[in-house]
């Protein structure tokens, strides 16, 4: 059974940093890409950072050079650096994994497995 499990979400002040952990499980970890996708409020969902089977990283325009993704294939966790966080940041953030390998990295449509979540939320 695949599970995808968020954590490290908190309320921080503009400027800071977080970094969310998404444990992964039911599957090969390595053989798969990975995405970070945010909910903000009143807005559709949007992709934040992926990383392909083979570790090519993309990422948003908004939170290039600001996020970082990662994994620890060992661990079978993602990682989501985030620093220079911004109110306009704040959104439910999500792991997600695919049942095959994505075209659009960054397209939610494209991942089947998702967490529950974890809320990050940014104070100006």
């Known amino acids: 059974q695949v599970q995808v499990v968020e954590s490290g979400g908190g309320l921080v002040q503009a400027g800071e940093s977080l970094r969310l952990s998404c444990i992964a499980s039911?599957?090969?970890?390595?053989?798969?890409?990975m995405g970070w996708f945010r909910h903000p409020p009143g807005k559709q969902r949007e992709g934040v950072a992926a990383i392909s089977r083979t570790g090519v990283t993309t990422y948003a325009a908004s939170v290039k050079g600001r996020f970082t993704i990662s994994q620890d294939n060992a661990e079978n966790t993602l990682y989501l650096q985030m620093t220079s966080l911004k109110p306009e940041d704040t959104a439910m953030y999500y792991c997600?994994?695919?049942?095959?390998?994505?075209?659009?990295?960054?397209?939610?449509?494209?991942?089947?497995?998702w967490g529950q979540g974890t809320q990050v939320t940014v104070s100006s």
């Open positions: 997600a994994a695919p049942q095959r390998p994505p075209l659009y990295l960054l397209s939610p449509q494209q991942y089947h497995y």
């Open positions: 039911g599957f090969t970890f390595r053989d798969y890409a």
